[in-house]
């Protein structure tokens, strides 16, 4: 049997720069070039068999201006394959989305008007809206979706699942809501302590005496990992969010899929479902892992609800509720256990989130230029909020009264959005979209045009923020300290048309209520136990398509404070 951890590569393999050479590298670009121009070939051909929707599609987009193109129009289709200034911005699209964006924030977003950015993830080019159309956002879920997009965008079915997979939704918002979340106060706490400790090697929980020797570790690897057993500790509790082999196969499983997606829809619509099966073989080779070590734990969790009658000594997770959903009293009923396998290993996506806040609001604080006045003020706050609730901050009042580390983690999101645009919306229902664009054109559900929204342009707006590329840690303290009537506006999970990473209207993170609680913990523990260094800096972010990269290479070193 072949042995991977033996093997070894022939002498005569070529090494990477070998494989990369140029001739390599432009044969990839035209063969990208020619499938994109391949693309927009089949869009023109589809046009010519329209129905009502795409005709409206067609007046829309006639009707917008288009950004990295001198023209307006689709009805120039022809010239433009004579001179391809789209197919040019669609390329350009892959690296340099954000200046594109801000490029068409600046020359019609400000003023009002949509317009159309162009990009490889969508053959049509995004329509994105202005911040005055935001409330749009209010339409209700049946009537508009991210969600669908999202599951199109990671392509679930590549692995082999189906929509019903992601039926985690709803129960993990209702479990985690505004008034809900308090209850898991304590749960968040003590495992934070945990995964700090056994992550970074450091206290009883490490085994070792090491606690006063500076270690260095990659920020965003070892965040993930924190932050990954919380996560897994609210979704299938003890033990398993401990079992290290578990640990490290859940956090491959996530990365592997959400960058699956990202380079599989940075090909033409239409073959990025082929190249997605193919990019996703070694999550799905996870996938059958996780579900050896997860099936037995689940399976111990329907017998224990099938032979308990107090629901007081059952676990409290969310594991729980999936099972009270989807499994029966009766032992010869359905099995749900592979309906809850991958309802749950879903879920491991969505804790990217967290791990994204955590990791950057470390690297802000500890890397500003002034560090050191950020860490003593919110050292300052931590350790009066712990006293005044008895040495303790797994209190709900706790969480709430750390109102400077609260700016410090909003403002760090603000400058670190994940996309530089938001998820883009599927018309589902009701009378469509009204964009402002007159003689009754609107975006009619079914339409191949999904609407977006500038993110990072509103976050990076120097109309709305002073200084807007500056990290100020306590921007949004100070407005809640001088307007105590106003307090509620600018807190990190509240969602403002000036402030939209958590979404916006009937389309807020149903999960930002818990990454307050955990990167509140988490970051209050490390500034009351720990000091810390940046020793090496994220440096210029960049991203591929609208999804920015995580800072993979910057690097910290901890100790545990005498």
């Given at each position: ?13 070529p ?5 990369w050479?140029l ?5 990839c670009?035209?063969?990208?070039t020619?499938?994109?121009?391949a ?8 046009g ?5 929707i ?16 001198p023209y307006?129009?689709d ?6 394959f004579?001179v391809?200034?789209?197919?040019i911005?669609?390329?350009r699209?892959l ?6 964006l801000e490029?068409?924030?600046?020359r ?5 008007q949509?317009f159309i ?11 994105v ?9 209010n ?8 969600y669908d997009?999202l ?5 679930l079915?590549s ?17 985690l809501?505004a008034s ?7 749960q968040s ?7 700090i400790?056994?992550c970074?090697?450091?206290g009883?929980d ?7 020797v500076w270690?260095?570790f990659g920020?965003w ?5 924190i ?5 897994l ?18 956090r ?7 960058s699956n ?5 940075a090909?033409?619509p239409?073959i ?9 073989t ?10 050896r ?13 099938r032979e ?7 676990p409290?997770?969310t ?15 359905p ?8 309802s749950?290993?879903?879920?491991f996506?969505?804790?990217f989130?967290?791990?994204w806040?955590?990791v ?7 890397g ?19 006293q005044?609730?008895?040495g303790?901050l ?8 750390m109102?400077r ?10 400058m670190?959005?994940p996309?530089?645009?938001f998820?883009?919306l ?6 469509g ?10 975006v ?9 929204y ?5 976050h ?8 807007p ?12 300290e001088e307007?105590k009537?106003?307090a ?6 509240r969602c403002t ?7 916006y209207?009937?389309?807020e993170c149903?999960?930002?209520f818990l990454i ?14 720990y ?12 991203a591929?398509?609208q ?8 690097q910290?070193?901890?100790?545990r404070?005498?």
């Amino acid at each position: 049997m072949f042995n991977a951890t033996n093997a070894t590569l022939p002498s005569d393999t070529p090494s990477f720069t070998t494989i990369w050479s140029l001739p390599t590298l432009s044969t990839c670009f035209l063969a990208l070039t020619c499938l994109v121009l391949a693309s927009k070939v089949a869009d023109t051909v589809g046009g010519l068999f329209s129905n009502e929707i795409a005709a409206t599609d067609a007046k829309i987009f006639a009707a917008l201006p288009k950004v990295g193109t001198p023209y307006k129009a689709d009805r120039l289709r022809i010239l433009d394959f004579l001179v391809p200034w789209s197919l040019i911005a669609r390329l350009r699209s892959l690296v340099d989305t954000e200046s594109l964006l801000e490029e068409g924030y600046q020359r019609f977003g400000k003023s009002g008007q949509p317009f159309i950015l162009p990009s490889l993830w969508s053959s049509t080019g995004w329509v994105v809206l202005p911040r005055s159309m935001l409330h749009l956002l209010n339409r209700s879920r049946q009537q508009l979706s991210t969600y669908d997009t999202l599951i199109d965008a990671i392509l679930l079915q590549s692995l082999g699942l189906s929509s019903h997979a992601v039926a985690h939704r709803d129960i993990f918002r209702k479990r985690l809501n505004a008034s809900n979340v308090g209850k898991v106060v304590g749960q968040s706490s003590e495992e934070v302590a945990h995964a700090i400790s056994a992550c970074w090697g450091t206290g009883n929980d490490a085994g070792n005496g090491d606690d006063a020797v500076w270690k260095t570790f990659g920020a965003w690897d070892v965040g993930q990992k924190i932050i990954l057993r919380v996560g897994l500790r609210h979704v299938l509790g003890t033990p398993l969010c401990r079992n290290n082999e578990f640990v490290e196969l859940a956090r491959k499983y996530g990365e592997t899929l959400s960058s699956n997606a990202v380079f599989a829809n940075a090909l033409p619509p239409g073959i990025s479902a082929v190249a997605g099966w193919a990019l996703h073989t070694r999550a799905r080779f996870l996938l059958a892992k996780l579900d050896r070590l997860l099936i037995p734990h689940i399976e111990d969790r329907i017998r224990l609800w099938r032979e308990t009658d107090d629901e007081d000594k059952l676990p409290q997770d969310t594991l729980q509720r999936y099972i009270e959903k989807y499994a029966t009293k009766d032992p010869d009923g359905p099995d749900a256990t592979q309906i809850l396998c991958r309802s749950l290993l879903l879920a491991f996506v969505s804790l990217f989130g967290m791990s994204w806040a955590f990791v950057h609001t470390l690297l802000h604080i500890y890397g500003a230029d002034d560090s050191q006045d950020i860490i003593s003020t919110i050292h300052e706050e931590c350790a009066r909020v712990s006293q005044k609730y008895g040495g303790t901050l797994d209190a709900p009042g706790a969480i709430a009264d750390m109102v400077r580390l609260d700016s410090a983690i909003r403002e760090s999101m603000r400058m670190s959005d994940p996309f530089n645009h938001f998820l883009s919306l599927e018309v589902l229902g009701g009378e469509g979209l009204d964009i402002g664009l007159g003689g009754g054109l609107r975006v009619l559900p079914g339409s191949r045009i999904h609407p977006t929204y500038p993110l990072r342009s509103f976050h990076m707006d120097p109309d709305i923020y002073t200084k807007p590329h500056k990290f100020d840690a306590f921007r949004f303290s100070r407005a809640i300290e001088e307007e105590k009537d106003k307090a509620d506006q600018e807190r990190m999970m509240r969602c403002t048309p000036t402030f939209t990473v958590f979404g916006y209207g009937q389309h807020e993170c149903g999960g930002r209520f818990l990454i307050d609680q955990v990167v509140k913990l988490a970051i209050a523990k490390i500034v009351l136990e720990y000091d810390v260094e940046v020793v090496r800096k994220p440096g210029k972010r960049w991203a591929l398509l609208q999804c920015y990269m995580p800072p993979m290479f910057a690097q910290i070193r901890i100790r545990r404070k005498e």
